[in-house]
Structures are given as C-alpha cells and as structure tokens.
C-alpha cells in the first residue's frame, strides 16, 4: 500500500531516534560485533527488590483489573501529599495528580491538553526528541531556540523574549536535561518563570531526572515558587529513571485542577488507567520514601562514577570538548571540530569503531553527540 493512505500526522512524525540507534547498536551486536553502547536512555540497575515484590503481590492478589483513568486513588494521594510537601501543589488535592502509561505519554497529555493549531510551542534547544513531534501531532507548532555550550546549554528569559509571538502558548523546560544533563539553578529558573508569567505562557516543566543529581547540585521545581507558577506549571515526571522502572510505564503529571481533569479525560478516552498492578509498585516507592531515596542514593553512586571517568576521558580526546554536567546519566560533548555533521560523525563511530553515540542533531543541536553512561565501566 501506499503511503498516500497515512494521515498527515503519520506521514509528518519522524521515528524516535534514540530508540533507532538502540536498535541498530543491539542488532550489530546479536550479528557477533563488539559495540560499546552509549546510546541508552535508560539505567542499566533492575528495579529495587521492594517494590517488585510490591508489584508482584498485587498481581497475585488479583489487583488485574481496569484501575481509575487518572490513577489508583492510593497512589495520587499518596503524590499529592508529596507534592504539597516539596511546594508544587497548595493543598494535598488528589485531583491534581494524573498517573499515565509513561513519563512520555504524559508529556503528551500535557501538550494536547493546552495547545492545537495555531499554537506555538517554545521548546529550547538541544531538546528531548519527543517534544516537537509531540506539539506537531497536537496541531500545535513547535519553535525551537538553542542554547549551545557556551551558555551551558541554558536558554536565557533574553532569548525567550525574543522567540515569542502572540500565538506563543506553552514553554517546555526539562531540568536536569536529556540530552546535555544541565541543570537551572534557582535564579535562572525563577527569570524565566517570572518572563512567563507577565507574558501569560503555560510551562511544561518536565523532571523525569529530578532526582539524579551530582556535585551536590539541587533541583528547582518552578511549581513551587509561587501561587502563579503553581497555577501555570504542569509538572510532568515518573518513575521510569529515578528507580529504574523503563519498562513499567508510569509517569507522573501535576497541574491545576482544570488541567488536570482535562488531562484526565483525554487519558480516559485513549489510554484509560497505567497498568493496575505496576501502579502498586509505585505506590510501594511513595510510601517507603526512605528506602526509595536510598536505593537511589546507590545506583547514584556508579552513574557519578561513570560520568566522572567518561566526563574526563572525553575531554582527554583532542578535538572534543565536553561540559561537565549535573544531573541525569548524559553527556553532550562538542565534536563539531572534526569537521563532519553530527549525523555522519555517529554513523561513522559506529560503523568503524562499533561505538553507538546519538547524534545531536536528533536533539535540536548539530555539532554535538550524545552519550550514556548507563552502562557499565569497561564499557567506558
Ligand atoms: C525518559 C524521559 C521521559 C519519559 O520516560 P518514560 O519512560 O515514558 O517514563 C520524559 N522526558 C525525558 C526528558 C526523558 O528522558
């Protein structure tokens, strides 16, 4: 058949190059090659003990049926009271939490629930692959401002003002970010956040890493700054990275009650409820924040690790420049230097050396790659 049959959505969403460069790495590597994989965008632990064993036991207690679209009630209380408790939300109100089958799904919920044709998206660059395509398939348009090395990867309120229209409607903030693992500190983040306000512009502020932090860094939640960013921040996170749980599908979305329950409706007619047993493994890591926090605390010991000793040999490498970076398990270094797209660059590392890197072209950015350092030290 055709592809004249597709719709214009299909014909116009580009495949998720991240998942793509996976793909080929691990179908080299079933062929009998050696590569090093650097293009993971998961953590390479297994889910911590307690909450599989949560999980499991829900399952054997036949908790198998549909769950309530937006989440057991259970769970968003349980993230509701957290919520209040770190500043996102006013009051511990359930209805402001919707649990959706991955962190990537509700990004998307987030987007389609506030913006459509005729509406720009400002998403800076270098971005999560999702989220043009994201905007594109809400009708939306997505505009994209880069901030390179020399700003640390970090969009300026400067370079916001610039890029927006009146149709500009939602600004998309990932702090720490994937791909360059940059983090806003509290003045940076309250700039923009302060911008948004006056121009009246919704923040989708994504914080799937929120918890992967070195160097002592903090992470800062615009929600919590003030009863107006509370009221124009959706605070889109999820379990899958913090405790490594990729394939469980659970992402997290916070927003005002009208988001919220629009959220929540779009959710029901597409997806209905996140897998109802894996939801009681994430319950079991709400509750149990201690030993959740702690087994983070020791997966984080080996990204750190990792990030060091790929940070500096990078950086050993004449012709590539790499920022040290402070949070999530990414580093973007520049390559720019060899004088090659990055796209020809990352095919070529791995088509002659087995290296898999990620182009930084997919994430808004050329001149750069993106590697892992989910995976092992000899990998490294
Ligand atoms: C991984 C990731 C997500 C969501 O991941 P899920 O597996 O869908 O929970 C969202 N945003 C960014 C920036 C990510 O890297």
Redesign the pocket.
């Known amino acids: 058949m055709s592809s004249d049959y597709l719709s214009s959505w299909a014909k116009n969403i580009a495949p998720s190059p991240t998942l793509a460069v996976d793909a080929k790495a691990k179908a080299l590597k079933a062929a009998g090659h050696d590569v090093c994989g650097f293009g993971a965008?998961?953590p390479d632990f297994d889910t911590p003990q307690f909450i599989k064993d949560a999980c499991a036991q829900a399952l054997i207690d036949g908790k198998t049926k549909y769950a309530a679209a937006p989440g057991l009630p259970e769970l968003r209380q349980a993230l509701a009271d957290q919520y209040h408790q770190n500043g996102v939300i006013a009051e511990a109100n359930p209805a402001q939490i919707v649990v959706s089958p991955?962190?990537?799904?509700?990004?998307y919920l987030a987007i389609l629930a506030t913006c459509g044709p005729g509406d720009e998206v400002l998403i800076p660059a270098p971005y999560?692959v999702?989220y043009p395509e994201m905007a594109k398939l809400a009708g939306a348009t997505p505009k994209i401002v880069l901030a390179g090395d020399d700003q640390g990867f970090k969009i300026t309120p400067e370079q916001i003002e610039e890029a927006l229209t009146p149709a500009t409607k939602l600004l998309i903030l990932?702090s720490p970010?994937?791909p360059t693992g940059c983090l806003y500190d509290r003045s940076e983040m309250e700039a923009i956040l302060d911008l948004a306000i006056r121009k009246d512009i919704l923040v989708m502020s994504?914080e799937?890493?929120e918890y992967l932090l070195y160097d002592g860094s903090v992470h800062h939640r615009p929600a919590s700054f003030s009863d107006e960013a509370r009221d124009r921040v959706i605070t889109?996170s999820?379990?899958?990275?913090t405790f490594s749980m990729?394939g469980w599908?659970?992402?997290t979305l916070v927003a005002n009650p009208t988001i919220a329950k629009a959220v929540a409706n779009l959710q029901s007619q597409t997806s209905s409820n996140a897998t109802t047993f894996a939801q009681y493994g994430a319950l079991a890591a709400v509750q149990n924040w201690d030993q959740s926090m702690q087994a983070v605390q020791d997966m984080l010991v080996h990204f750190d690790r990792r990030r060091l000793l790929l940070l500096d040999g990078l950086n050993a490498i004449p012709g590539i420049e790499c920022l040290r970076s402070q949070g999530?398990f990414y580093l973007f270094p520049k390559v720019s230097s060899f004088g090659l797209s990055s796209e020809e660059f990352s095919a070529r590392l791995l088509e002659q050396e087995n290296v898999a890197v990620v182009s930084g072209h997919a994430f808004g950015a050329d001149g750069y790659i993106r590697l892992s350092y989910a995976t092992s030290d000899e990998i490294i």
Request: hydrophobic share 25%; net charge positive.
């Open positions: 965008g998961e991955g962190g990537k799904y509700s990004c999560w999702s990932n970010s994937n994504d799937i890493y889109v999820g379990f899958s990275k990729t599908r659970l992402g999530a």
